[in-house]
């Protein structure tokens, strides 16, 4: 069974920078599988942030979010990363991982002065 735990969130400056980690586990061919990162802030839907293929060569972006964040993965580690530049108070929210169906428990990001 897949698992996915999230870190990396916390409160930050506007113009500021975060890099959240996910670490899978649970499952051996993690690394045949796009990795995907979403958002939920509170009272609008999960929003999609970024995708990187298994390879890791192969990325998208949400339009909310091209030019400033950046994924990328170390399938040696089974993890995936999203390295977050330029913060906006409108990037608040909770940043999940998903692969396979599955979500981890998600990391809040606070943009806020």
């Known amino acids: 069974q897949v698992q996915l735990v999230e870190s990396g969130g916390g409160l930050v400056e506007p113009g500021g920078s975060l890099r959240l980690s996910c670490a899978a586990s649970?499952?051996?061919?993690?690394?045949?599988?796009?990795l995907s990162w979403y958002r939920q802030a509170p009272g609008k839907a999960r929003e999609f942030v970024a995708r990187?293929?298994?390879?890791?060569?192969?990325?998208n972006y949400g339009d909310s979010v091209k030019g400033r964040f950046t994924i990328s993965r170390d399938n040696a580690k089974n993890t995936v990363y999203l390295q977050m530049n330029s913060l906006k108070p409108e990037d608040t929210a909770v940043y999940y991982c998903?692969?396979?169906?599955?979500w981890g428990q998600g990391t809040q990001v606070t943009v806020s002065s």
């Open positions: 990187v293929s298994p390879a890791g060569d192969i990325t």
């Open positions: 998903h692969l396979l169906g599955t």
């Open positions: 649970g499952f051996t061919f993690i690394s045949r599988y796009s």
